[in-house]
């Protein structure tokens, strides 16, 4: 069995969409021996302080130890963006109200900062029904920071469900370009029980599946293994569709209400490896996503304003 590591996950600071307890992640990842966890929530990072509180272990500042013994869990900080289709000025359209899919992973403590700097954007100036970053503002914070495809929402998928290889592929050069060996093609499966969500969501998956794998052996881009994780346990399932009522506003009993595959608990690294058991090298390239990543220090001295006095102020011998 190869070591995995999830690099799509999301907590409760995806408000009403996520439903795991950052707590509740970081003790399973430790207890099925995973070395690291990404935190990807959509569009925010609320979560990452308390999460990287939680991954620190009892040798945390011992400078007897390693930095990399600090953490029980090694902490990935990242965020799942929302890409504006037509830049982040652009709040004319519906187009415009959320964007494609991607993750941002910071590599070191210039990525963190880059990505702060990123979702701080998005919030403010980027903000369209969702927060929403542009490949202009990719381009500028790209250092220190790694990328993956994301999930079917994301621009790489889109396209090909679209039947638009060839703009596939254009996609794939930019980023190619931008972030070089720091750019992945992310592979998920869902294979749902629900008819209707087996028919929206797995076999879009696997349609996908299959071309971003052609693509990653012609376009010399790595492939990872990705559960996109939303609740923790399997058996959370049934309470996270009633969160996704409250999220949308629909009553349980309406059919036609959005609806997730009950796929996304946050599966063990045995049941990742059986669900990929056919695309190995996509669940060891999570070890080498994790191996790029540096320990670095979060919590840092108070940062004060200076208010320097005038000549209308008195001083302290006044």
Same mark, same amino acid.
């Given at each position: 069995?190869?070591?995995?590591?999830?690099?799509?996950?999301? !907590?409760?600071?995806?408000?009403?969409?996520?439903?795991?307890?950052?707590? #509740?992640?970081? $003790?399973?990842?430790?207890?099925?021996?995973?070395?690291a966890l990404a935190l990807t929530d959509h569009g925010t990072m609320f979560g990452i302080k308390e999460f990287w509180n939680a991954c620190k272990s009892s040798n945390y500042g011992n400078p007897e130890f390693k930095k990399e013994d600090w953490f029980k869990v090694k902490p990935i900080l990242g965020c799942e963006?929302?890409?504006?289709?037509?830049?982040?000025?652009?709040?004319?359209?519906?187009?415009?109200? !959320?964007?494609?899919?991607?993750?941002?992973?910071?590599?070191?403590?210039? #990525?963190?900062? $880059?990505?702060?700097?990123?979702i701080s954007i998005a919030n403010t100036d980027g903000f369209y029904y969702k927060p929403r970053i542009d490949k202009s503002i990719l381009e500028k914070y790209h250092e220190g920071i790694m990328v993956t495809s994301a999930c079917l929402g994301g621009e790489i998928p889109q396209k090909i469900m679209d039947d638009d290889i060839e703009g596939a592929k254009e996609s794939i050069k930019w980023f190619k370009n931008i972030f070089g060996k720091d750019y992945y093609l992310e592979l998920q499966r869902h294979p749902a029980e629900s008819f209707k969500e087996r028919e929206n969501v797995y076999d879009n998956q696997v349609r996908v599946n299959k071309v971003l794998q052609e693509l990653a052996r012609e376009m010399d881009v790595k492939l990872i293994a990705a559960n996109d994780v939303h609740f923790t346990n399997e058996n959370d399932a049934d309470a996270h569709d009633i969160l996704i009522c409250l999220n949308t506003g629909k009553n349980f009993e309406d059919e036609n209400r959005m609806r997730y595959t009950k796929q996304e608990w946050f599966k063990s690294t045995a049941e990742m490896n059986t669900l990929f058991a056919d695309a190995p090298e996509a669940i060891e390239n999570t070890q080498e996503v994790a191996q790029k990543v540096e320990v670095y220090e979060l919590d840092s001295d108070p940062i004060m304003p200076e208010f320097p006095n005038t000549t209308d102020f008195a001083t302290m011998e006044d």
């Open positions: 069995m190869k070591p995995f590591n999830h690099l799509h996950v999301h !907590s409760q600071y995806s408000i009403l969409d996520g439903q795991a307890s950052i707590k #509740g992640l970081v $003790n399973k990842a430790h207890s099925d021996g995973m070395k963006t929302y890409v504006s289709r037509r830049g982040i000025t652009n709040k004319s359209a519906k187009e415009d109200r !959320s964007g494609e899919h991607l993750i941002i992973l910071a590599k070191n403590h210039t #990525g963190y900062k $880059n990505l702060l700097k990123m």
